[in-house]
């Protein structure tokens, strides 16, 4: 088309000014026709094999869809694991620090109770093994029947606790 245009060009210069016009227009007439012409054949091609393209779009949207997918699901699979098993970390982690102060609560207790001459179960069971052993011992010197009763009396009888250590009879009759 350059070449048509530059050759018109040359006829131009040789020719009439007038006859020139007329060639060079009909030139570019033809030239927008046949560029007219091409759109047009490009537009039914691309709208008969359009349904084709479209339809074969689809089917690789749908498998990357299906892909993309897959790997989402794995990726959630494995998340999930990992939060599992961070969340069976952490309670046995707590777990292990609920033992730690159960322990120091305890201990601070006993202390607290032995501070107060109150008895522990130790001492309560240390205390009655001791009476059931004097009761047996009573019982063979005095006889077998009022050995039993007194062993009877001594089981069921409650242990009572000093209610005042001698450190707090001491401090009162100082004060």
Partial sequence: MVKKLQKMAEKK???AAGLL?????GTV???AQQIWLAG???FSKAQEEGGKVFDALVKEGVSLQRKTQAVAEE???EVTNKMSGMAGDVSAKAGQHWDKLETIFEERTAKALAKLGVPSAKDV???TKRIDE???KVAGLNGSAPAKAARKAASKAPVKAPTKTPAKRAARKTA
């Fill in 40 to 42: 047009l054949g490009a």
């Fill in 21 to 25: 016009d007329s060639a060079f227009a």
């Fill in 29 to 31: 007439k033809d030239s």
């Fill in 134 to 136: 004097l009761s047996a």
């Fill in 125 to 127: 069971a240390a205390l």
């Fill in 75 to 77: 990726k959630i699979g």
């Fill in 13 to 15: 210069s040789a020719s």
